[in-house]
């Protein structure tokens, strides 16, 4: 049962603590996608890659986020000092262009809770 | 840049149909699709549209017009489980990337 798997599910910090986030994509899928999710904004698009290239990663604060992908089975966001304004569901979610379009497959997300 | 405007709230009742618009302007405009999300959990896939008409799908059907930068997605016989947001989400550029609406929370009512 092929899923996109992230960790961890729920994480709770205190401000100004460093937040890892973690990404297995399904694999075979080129594509991976992060967002984030509040009441307010909804669904963000943070970044997102292709063949473990960054595409786009203006929806991101980058004095604080950074998103990586070491190899092609792990996706890494980071945020660093974390700040209580960073509190949300952040989604993890990949697939690979077919006929012109890329559905995304979810993960389960990580909810972030910074105090 | 991108704009998606879809209703925040609707209601309906049990056993009817409701209709979920969603409005867009995009540049490199390549499908639209739309995803359900229950709450407290993960989206997951109901429809692609590329080409203009109607999409149906058992219950859920989509309908897009590119011209018009207009899709929606209808549900017929309704049920209780399918309270939950419906998303809209773009797919542009040559990169594909997806950009969601902010979703529109559905209740169904008895």
Not at chain 1, 90 to 110: D, R, V, W
Not at chain 2, 55 to 80: T, V
Request: hydrophobic content about 35%.
């Amino acid at each position: 049962d092929a899923r996109v798997t992230q960790t961890p599910r729920h994480k709770v910090t205190e401000m100004g603590q460093e937040v890892t986030m973690r990404c297995q994509p399904i694999l075979g899928h080129n594509t991976v996608f992060w967002y984030r999710q509040t009441m307010m904004q909804g669904l963000e698009l943070l970044a997102y890659f292709r063949n473990r290239a960054p595409l786009d990663d203006s929806g991101m604060p980058k004095d604080r986020f950074s998103a990586e992908m070491p190899d092609a089975t792990l996706a890494t966001l980071k945020i660093q000092p974390s700040e209580p304004r960073d509190s949300a569901v952040y989604f993890c979610a990949s697939g690979t262009p077919t006929g012109g379009n890329t559905e995304a497959f979810f993960g389960q997300g990580t909810r972030l809770t910074v105090v | 840049g991108q704009n998606i405007d879809q209703p925040t709230e609707m209601t309906a009742t049990e056993g009817a149909i409701v209709q979920i618009n969603c409005t867009y302007q995009t540049s490199g405009f390549n499908g639209l699709f739309w995803y359900q999300q229950h709450a407290g959990e993960a989206p997951t896939f109901l429809s692609y549209n590329v080409l203009d008409g109607l999409e149906e799908k058992g219950r859920f059907s989509s309908f897009l017009s590119r011209s018009k930068g207009y899709s929606y997605l209808l549900l017929k016989e309704l049920q209780m489980k399918d309270s939950a947001s419906y998303l809209c989400a773009v797919v542009s550029g040559g990169y594909q990337k997806v950009t969601f609406g902010t979703g529109t929370k559905l209740q169904v009512i008895p």
